[in-house]
């Protein structure tokens, strides 16, 4: 059994997970199935993935074989932008429920610090960015409170077992502690060698909140959006420094990245539709690296980010993200 982490809301959170962005609908019901069958416990979702119903599909496959049970299995989603008004919290968390076909889920998250103003899931779903699904931006009105407010309240009518953030930084974090009533298990970001962030992770240590790093290999999930910056750096993986501390330890360069992070304490959620690397990924917390590859590997920093939603809508969303 791979290694947990315990949150802070007394749950127990797998440390290796199986992220499900940009699973196509076509296969995910395979892939999570398939990844239950390689072992994986945590799958990391969201509205915005739009395979919501697919993935469980896999899910109550692998349950109606007698693989997994419900408890055994620790899912993760997330609301999106455009759901951040309080009244439209708890709906749309039962139609992802109803999506997944399950009662509850381990983990629900506010995926980004961004409210939108609402789109009818029946006019479009998922809504993305665009309030007209082409170019407009609408923001909404909602506070961060008014929505952690909200995810609390899926606490107490066991819709979600833990609630939690993604892509805060630390200004937000501290804001919403003052108010929390339910502090938040776990903050999910982006973090690779590129993006080492130890003052977050520091913070979210000392507060007792868990962090799952996202995108684990750097820019490797980000080519495909014709990010300068991304096409300027080298795959991690393909790195003559990665791969030799890969060599010494007889592991490909990719368990040395997922390790790195694991051996800062870290959860991972790491994807692949290939079982040969699924299996990999997996396996990646059975050795260890030295005090001083994790110190070669966190000299990477360079503090790039490539998640950022102005990277992806660079004019109309400058006002947001400054
Ligand atoms: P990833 O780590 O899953 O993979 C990036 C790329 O590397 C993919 O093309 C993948 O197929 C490939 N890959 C995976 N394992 C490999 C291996 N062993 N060797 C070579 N290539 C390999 O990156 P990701 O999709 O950016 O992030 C993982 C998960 O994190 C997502 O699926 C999603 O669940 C979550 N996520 C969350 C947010 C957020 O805003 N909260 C943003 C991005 C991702």
Same mark, same amino acid.
């Given at each position: 059994?791979?290694?947990?982490?315990?949150?802070?809301?007394?749950?127990?959170?797998?440390? !290796?997970?199986?992220?499900?962005?940009?699973?196509?609908?076509?296969?995910?019901?395979?892939?999570?199935?398939?990844?239950?069958?390689?072992?994986?416990?945590?799958?990391?979702?969201?509205?915005?993935?739009?395979?919501?119903?697919?993935?469980?599909?896999? !899910?109550?496959?692998?349950?109606?074989?007698?693989?997994?049970?419900?408890?055994?299995?620790?899912?993760?989603?997330?609301?999106?932008?455009? =759901?951040?008004?309080?009244?439209?919290?708890?709906?749309?968390?039962?139609?992802?429920?109803?999506?997944?076909?399950?009662?509850? =889920?381990?983990?629900?998250?506010?995926? =980004?610090?961004?409210?939108?103003?609402?789109?009818? #899931?029946?006019?479009?779903?998922?809504?993305?960015?665009?309030?007209?699904?082409?170019?407009?931006?609408?923001?909404?009105?909602?506070?961060?409170?008014?929505?952690?407010?909200?995810?609390?309240?899926?606490?107490?009518?066991?819709?979600?077992? @833990?609630?939690?953030?993604?892509?805060?930084?630390?200004?937000?974090?501290?804001?919403?502690?003052?108010?929390?009533?339910?502090?938040?298990?776990?903050?999910?970001?982006?973090?690779? #060698?590129?993006?080492?962030?130890?003052?977050?992770?520091?913070?979210?240590?000392?507060?007792?909140?868990?962090?799952?790093?996202?995108? @684990?290999?750097?820019?490797?999930?980000?080519?495909?959006?014709?990010?300068?910056?991304?096409?300027?750096?080298?795959?991690?993986?393909?790195?003559?420094?990665?791969?030799?501390?890969?060599?010494?330890?007889?592991?490909?360069?990719?368990?040395?990245?997922?390790?790195?992070?694991?051996?800062?304490?870290?959860?991972?959620?790491?994807?692949?539709?290939?079982?040969?690397?699924?299996?990999?990924?997996?396996?990646?917390?059975?050795?260890?690296? @030295?005090?001083?590859?994790?110190?070669?590997?966190?000299?990477?920093?360079?503090?790039?980010?490539?998640?950022?939603?102005?990277?992806? =809508?660079?004019?109309?969303?400058?006002?947001?993200?400054?």
């Amino acid at each position: 059994m791979a290694p947990v982490i315990k949150l802070n809301s007394g749950y127990d959170m797998p440390q !290796v997970g199986f992220g499900l962005w940009k699973v196509d609908n076509a296969v995910a019901s395979d892939v999570v199935y398939n990844a239950i069958k390689a072992g994986y416990r945590l799958f990391d979702g969201a509205c915005d993935y739009g395979n919501e119903v697919e993935c469980g599909q896999g !899910v109550a496959r692998a349950i109606s074989e007698g693989i997994v049970k419900r408890e055994d299995l620790f899912i993760v989603s997330k609301l999106w932008n455009t =759901f951040h008004d309080a009244e439209r919290v708890e709906p749309i968390v039962k139609k992802q429920l109803a999506d997944w076909g399950i009662e509850y =889920f381990d983990l629900y998250l506010i995926h =980004f610090p961004v409210a939108l103003e609402w789109v009818d #899931p029946a006019v479009r779903y998922p809504p993305g960015w665009h309030y007209d699904g082409k170019e407009e931006i609408r923001p909404s009105k909602a506070t961060i409170q008014e929505t952690w407010t909200a995810l609390e309240s899926l606490v107490s009518k066991g819709l979600s077992k @833990s609630i939690g953030i993604s892509n805060f930084q630390a200004q937000l974090i501290y804001d919403l502690l003052r108010y929390a009533k339910i502090r938040p298990a776990t903050l999910q970001v982006e973090h690779h #060698p590129y993006l080492v962030q130890q003052e977050l992770i520091n913070l979210a240590k000392r507060e007792g909140i868990a962090v799952t790093a996202y995108s @684990s290999f750097g820019p490797a999930s980000f080519k495909e959006f014709n990010m300068k910056h991304a096409d300027a750096l080298a795959p991690l993986i393909e790195d003559e420094t990665i791969k030799k501390i890969a060599a010494k330890h007889n592991r490909p360069a990719s368990q040395v990245l997922l390790r790195w992070a694991t051996q800062r304490g870290l959860a991972i959620i790491p994807k692949s539709t290939r079982p040969q690397i699924m299996a990999e990924n997996f396996q990646s917390i059975d050795f260890d690296l @030295s005090e001083e590859d994790i110190a070669t590997i966190s000299a990477f920093d360079r503090g790039i980010r490539f998640n950022q939603p102005s990277n992806y =809508f660079p004019t109309e969303l400058l006002w947001i993200f400054g």
